[in-house]
């Protein structure tokens, strides 16, 4: 990628523009021509660099729950979960992570806390054993997976503030047929909501005017490119987490969701033998720089104690797909 390439990449990983013509305001804010600028973000899409251009949905304000939940898998039996998991839809994530107890890290978006509930059940029953935790979000701080390229430093909550709480959004029918279309990758075309609308059989300016409704709700947290972060340059993914005073959780939360590198931060519940409460996930080039960053941050906040999960193997990577 030439600096052009990750110029284009920063700006549509936190808001591929809305609009009739999206790639004449890339090309615009880059210096590059409208077709110059679809070309390039082609060529991206086609090397694997881009996984798909799409909306990021808010799943609590559509009703859904969701938890991150670890689990201790004896290494003859990973292979089985992870093809058992494989078949679960609510099941979006599932990594293997350098810990000597819980090895077994996956995320659940389930339609209610009864489904979220049976998905933890089946698979407790397939390992044969009741060591899979629930780790539910006690208070997010940070949500957002985008990748600063180059020399500039990126917000991937611009324009979207997470709320304190979550009322359901009263969502249509029509809303929930464009909501499926949205999750998917848009076409690929130059005029690619005229292209949506048109395979939806609604008009460009609805669906344009829908969509924003759906991002100024806070329904959406932004419509973007999400990145395959290996291809990117992002070659190391690890959780820290962190012993936080409960009273200071808050304080510490927040100037821990201030490190670009942080692309996701939450506390979360403790077990009898998992003292960690606040999360931190963080991507590199390399494990040393995970490690550097953990540095810091301990430094900034004066956290001391802390852990540092490397994923060594990606069981399941897939984005949630809703009302289907």
Known sequence: MDAVDQAILNKIQVAFPLDSRPYLQIGEEVGISENEAWQRVDTLRKKGIIRRIGAIFDSRSLGYVSTLCAAKVPEAKISILAQLMQGITEITHNYLRNHPKYNLWFTIIAESQERLEEVLT???????????????????????????????????????????????????????????????????????????????EMDEGYVIANTQRLMDSSVMRRLGAILVHRKAGFTSNAMGVWIVPEDKVGEIGSMMAEFKEVSHCYHRPVLPDWPYNLFTMIHGHSDKECQRIMERISEVTGMKDYSLLFSYKELKKSSMRYFT
């Open 122 to 200: 089946i698979v407790q029953t397939s390992l044969n054993s009741k060591e899979v935790y629930n780790l539910p979000a006690i208070q997010v701080f940070k949500i957002g997976v985008v990748f600063s390229l180059g020399s500039e430093s990126i917000n991937p909550n611009e324009g979207y503030s997470i709320p304190k709480h979550f009322p359901r959004y009263v969502i249509t029918d029509k809303d929930k047929i464009l909501i499926k279309q949205l999750q998917e990758d848009l076409p690929t075309s130059l005029r690619p909501f005229s292209d949506l609308a048109k395979g939806l």
